[in-house]
């Protein structure tokens, strides 16, 4: 560009630059400022709660809940088949199987035709294994298959997903292999361990105060993990099968034929479903498909175990994540709106001190659904540091005792913004799910929202004496590089220090 200026051009320029630099530095008008539209904590007490009407009946064992959300005639369909019965092994099985499930011929059609019905007929078609934690007593484990259609396609969509539910020959041996070698790929090409070390970390600590955390090994880290150095199960199970694929082959269409017939069981099958006004035509059309699924009681499968120990994890990472938790129900509180505020303050104290002083990536604080208290970090090469954060999270409420009104009100404005999300159907049904588990209604939500707007400074005393009780009670691990743990965890008290392939 300077070629084609010439030198008084240039000059200029560099004086225009000049200007606006000066400029910039300039305080803005308050005239501007003023004119800015802003919200003030008087403005959101009418805010409308988003929420979904819900019907619910039950039909020969099988619990229907119909959603009243407008899909634009997508017809949105969950079906939640209860997995409690199976155990660990048999997870990584039917984690593959949602992976292999249309990957060869059915008892009516060609691979190759499955594969146009799917692209021509269903907007949508999604299978996963999810778990839920309810109470320290109660947790919901499924694998949930969702899928989206046009009612004029009803035909075609039921007479696929019978094939592929209860026919799949398994027998594409190219398709299958290319498939677990996607797999496999993708799990050794993750650029990064760092959310797997995080939840990892997150699992054990509060498995050391409700055993039914350890069920979320299964999704988050034993074959949900992804990373380079965190090796998870499945991916060990992957390299067996393919290391020798030509003779581990015909078991593996067993196993898959095998965990099918555990996955389709209608006994406590729970189905989600929203078109508004769509909903008797969808549970006929449905009706034939269900009426070929087996109903057998489910014998459960336990295997989650309260942790004893506060536990360094070793992975070869370049750093890691802290974690120490609680349980408010457990320390004597019920819940109440205006702990969001506290989980507000304590993320801004976490953010500045773990990761802006002491250089992670990350930090937070949050309450979960079933009243657990979580203290976290990302990417955190230190130890005793991070530790020490946790432990002074009451010394750092006690000099916010006299913050100001206007640093307050922001805390509380944040705690509003989930009153305020945009949501599409698929969200909005989501949603609709999640007060289903946890039994939410627009009365327990309109509450939270009237304690979130009149939480007061006066409240910090109470917050104080809550996080006072939950640094008392130790409850952390830390899942980081060998190095790092003797280094800057040497003044923190680990019962035990162990290796990833050692995790249960």
Known sequence: MEENLNNKELDNLNKDIKKFNAW????????IINSIPSVKLSDLSNSEIPTVKRKEETVNGVTFVDNDINT???????????????????????????????????????????????????????LNNRTAILDNDNISRRFVINFEYLQDDKTEVYNTLENLFLEGNFDNKLEIKKRLEGLRDSILTSSSDANVINRMSVIKTMSMINPNYNYYLDEEVNFGGRGYY????????????????????LQLQEDMKTIREKIF??????????????????????????????????????????????LAIIVPAQNGSTSWGNNLTDMGYKYNGKYKIMSNMINEYLNNKIRVQ??????????TLNRDIVASSYRDGEVDKTLDTYKEIPNYLRSELNIKQDKF????????A?????????????????????????????????????????????????????????YYSTVNNENIIKEKGNNSHFDKVIKFKEIK
């Open 265 to 310: 069981n209608k006994h406590n099958l729970l189905i989600f479903y929203s078109n508004r006004g769509n909903y008797q035509n969808f549970k006929t059309n449905i009706t034939p498909l269900l009426s070929k699924i087996k109903d057998t009681p489910i014998q459960k499968e336990s295997y989650g175990t309260l942790e004893n120990s506060n």
């Open 24 to 31: 910039s530095k300039e305080p803005v008008d308050k005239k």
């Open 358 to 367: 002491n250089g992670a990536y990350g930090a937070w604080f949050y309450i």
């Open 409 to 416: 009100d922001g805390f509380i404005l944040k705690s509003m």
């Open 72 to 126: 634009y005639d997508i017809n949105l369909v969950s079906l939640k088949f209860d997995t409690s019965g199976l155990n660990q092994s048999e997870k990584l099985d039917s984690e593959l199987f949602s992976y292999l499930m249309s990957a060869s011929s059915t008892k009516d059609f060609s691979f190759e035709e499955i594969s146009n019905n799917l692209t021509k007929y269903f907007f949508k078609l999604g």
């Open 418 to 474: 989930k009153y305020y999300q945009a949501y599409t159907p698929d969200t909005l049904m989501n949603l609709s799910y999640t007060h289903y588990l946890y039994n939410i209604s627009l009365e327990d939500m309109e509450q939270e929202k009237a304690e979130v707007l009149s939480t007061s400074k006066k409240d910090i005393s109470e917050f104080i004496e809550i996080m006072t009780k939950f640094s008392q009670q130790k």
């Open 230 to 249: 965190v090796y998870p199960p499945m991916l060990t199970k992957l390299n067996k099968i393919l290391d020798n694929y030509d003779e581990n082959f």
